[in-house]
T-cell receptor, first 119, second 118 residues
Framework: GAVVSQHPSWVICKSGTSVKIECRSL??????MFWYRQFPKQSLMLMAT?????????EQGVEKDKFLINHASLTLSTLTVTSAHPEDSSFYIC???????????????FGPGTRLTVL | AQSVTQLGSHVSVSEGALVLLRCNYS??????LFWYVQYPNQGLQLLLK??????LVKGINGFEAEFKKSETSFHLTKPSAHMSDAAEYFC????????????????FGKGTKLSVKP
């Protein structure tokens, strides 16, 4: 099956610094990647949809200037949390469709997640 | 708008007992439904999906789910629980792009934590 990786798996940073999280599709090309955020003991909330070569589409309430998304290639999307604060601490998960996912029945493949802790 | 409701945030069963995790959905168009499992500090793994074909869907690890349109339900079951089944389970519905939905992103329920007692 399709494999999605994330790096780093966990990161601790100081308040005010920026953190970049990478999401890679290892054995397929992903024209569309999704970024989710999961608070402890809660469900996943979609933050944004990342399309290769174009600007990301953000969900309502998500600050695009704070959560910068870049999808520069068919196998890599990055999420940068700028000027991170303790309230940004969360579990960030990406997912991807394969490049053949033109049908809505196709599966999203999820990365293992990145746990961000902002001190 | 579409939504998913998972009844019971925590379900506890004995090893070998039936597992039943409930999921009800709301959708104005025919839905595509998914069940995912999440182990601690890991991403999500697809268990099974309903995509408008057979209403009884079989997935990995012995799980299955039945789509019941009249009840707007997609409950997940497994005849005999194993200790390794202890995890968080998420039901999700997907925007149906055939009916003009956007992108087809997933909308998740709040999750049900399954505990298995020895």
């Amino acid at each position: 099956g399709a494999v999605v990786s994330q790096h780093p798996s966990w990161v601790i940073c100081k308040s005010g610094t920026s953190v970049k999280i990478e999401c890679r599709s290892l054995d397929f090309q992903a024209t569309t990647m999704f970024w989710y955020r999961q608070f402890p003991k809660q469900s996943l909330m979609l933050m944004a949809t990342s399309n290769e070569g174009s600007k990301a589409t953000y969900e309502q309430g998500v600050e695009k200037d704070k959560f910068l998304i870049n999808h520069a290639s068919l196998t890599l999307s990055t999420l940068t949390v700028t000027s991170a604060h303790p309230e940004d601490s969360s579990f960030y998960i990406c997912s991807a469709w394969t490049d053949t996912s033109s049908r809505p029945t196709d599966t999203q493949y999820f990365g293992p997640g990145t746990r961000l802790t902002v001190l | 708008a579409q939504s998913v409701t998972q009844l019971g945030s925590h379900v506890s069963v004995s090893e070998g007992a039936l597992v039943l995790l409930r999921c009800n959905y709301s959708s104005s168009v025919p839905p595509y439904l998914f069940w995912y499992v999440q182990y601690p500090n890991q991403g999500l793994q697809l268990l099974l999906k309903y995509t408008s074909a057979a209403t009884l869907v079989k997935g990995i690890n012995g799980f299955e789910a039945e789509f019941k349109k009249s009840e707007t339900s997609f409950h997940l079951t497994k005849p005999s629980a194993h200790m390794s089944d202890a995890a968080e389970y998420f039901c999700a519905v997907r925007n149906n792009m055939n009916y003009g939905g956007s992108q087809g992103n997933l909308i998740f329920g709040k999750g049900t934590k399954l505990s298995v007692k020895p």
